[in-house]
């Protein structure tokens, strides 16, 4: 659920390829600085009503970081 709006989210928004856009990408090979996390952050609490604290943010390495983040407090 949250992977296909995260997806269109990097792409759309970032120019990330949606066929690099998998649960195994890391966030550093999708060229995403630490404001960018942070903006998709933002976007991903206002989307699903998760807050994600800065400091838990940046142990984030992959996108299946962040989808399992999100996902484990719906």
């Known amino acids: 659920?949250?992977?296909p709006y995260l997806t269109s989210l990097l792409t759309d928004r970032y120019g990330c390829d949606s066929d690099e856009v998998t649960?195994?990408?890391r966030l550093?090979?999708?060229n995403l600085t630490a404001d960018d996390?942070?903006?998709i952050a933002l976007y991903l609490g206002e989307v699903y009503g998760v807050d994600i604290p800065a400091d838990e943010l940046n142990d984030f390495e992959t996108v299946e970081d962040m989808v399992g983040f999100v996902e484990d407090r719906l």
């Open 37 to 39: 996390r942070g903006e």
């Open 28 to 30: 550093d090979d999708l």
């Open 1 to 3: 659920m949250v992977l």
């Open 23 to 25: 649960m195994a990408a």
